[in-house]
Nanobody
Framework: QVQLVESGGGLVQAGGSLRLSCVVS????????MGWFRQAPGKEHEFVAA????????YYSDSVKGRFTISRDNAKGPVYLQMNSLKPEDTAVYYC????????????????????WGQGTQVTVSS
């Protein structure tokens, strides 16, 4: 069983920064892509960022582009989401997800198309 565990969430004032981590344990994919999603109360999971299994390519939603950075040191290490210039609208539970990559990168934008998901970590940004 593959498990994804997020950490690093918390309470921060607008303009502040947080760094989220996602650790994958158990049986892992030989190659996979990683994504970050977020969910506000009563809302669907929203795409935030993703990277390919090699980390060579990254993808961001327009709402976080230029403020957030997704990265990982190697294919088997933790995945990070560095969040800068946080805004109140960034408040949500943040989830990491993993999937085996396919040729169409647009599939990385959809939460339900991933194979594994974490339990989430709360990020709250106050005004």
């Amino acid at each position: 069983q593959v498990q994804l565990v997020e950490s690093g969430g918390g309470l921060v004032q607008a303009g502040g920064s947080l760094r989220l981590s996602c650790v994958v344990s158990g049986r892992t994919f030989s190659s996979y892509a990683m994504g970050w999603f977020r969910q506000a109360p009563g809302k669907e999971h929203e795409f935030v960022a993703a990277l390919t299994w090699s980390g060579a390519r990254t993808y961001y939603s327009d709402s976080v582009k230029g403020r957030f950075t997704i990265s990982r040191d190697n294919a088997k290490g933790p995945v990070y989401l560095q969040m800068n210039s946080l805004k109140p609208e960034d408040t949500a539970v943040y989830y990491c997800a993993a999937r085996k990559p396919i040729s169409d990168s647009s599939t990385l934008y959809y939460y339900t198309l991933y194979d594994y998901w974490g339990q989430g970590t709360q990020v709250t940004v106050s005004s």
